[in-house]
């Protein structure tokens, strides 16, 4: 990700919860690194960790994910990416989707601010869902932002 931004000309930065002696001086680090660039909104897609006490208390209500599946439904540890397809697809659901959402102290349990469906056909796998997800993302993630 760190190459692919920076081939688009986008500043990034990267570091590692393993250079810090606490998850709070992490944590810490990162709220500093928010605050020096003036981010009003942290937008997240595929950040697979609780996002700690120091990040909520700066930016509580400013913080907001995307998850592959319309939540409170396939959310929690553990379900990302495609394990939530493939669990979707098992239990032979007719539907899923997107769910765009506040971040909060769990996982995938915050306020929902935005949802969209797609259908799910016999046909579909875990592989097909996805795309369809993808394409929903894509439309709708940028939008919300901006409304948010």
Known sequence: MVAKASRLG?????FSAKE??????YEQKIVELLDSKGVE????????R?????????????IINIHPALL??????????????????DNK??????????????YDEGTTIFQAKCNITPDDTAET????????????????????
Do not use: W
């Open 10 to 14: 986008i500043e990034c930065f990267a």
């Open 20 to 25: 810090y002696s606490s998850k709070e001086e």
């Open 41 to 48: 909104l942290v937008c997240l897609a595929g950040y697979m």
């Open 50 to 62: 609780i996002v700690g006490s120091v990040p909520l208390g700066a930016y509580g209500g400013r």
């Open 72 to 89: 409170p439904l396939y959310g929690g540890k553990g379900m990302y990416g495609m394990n939530v397809h493939q669990a979707v697809i």
């Open 93 to 106: 659901e007719l539907e899923s989707g997107i769910t765009i959402h506040f971040v909060d102290e769990k």
């Open 129 to 148: 869902l996805a795309q369809k997800i993808h394409l929903l993302e894509y439309e709708h993630f940028p939008v919300i932002i901006e409304q948010v």
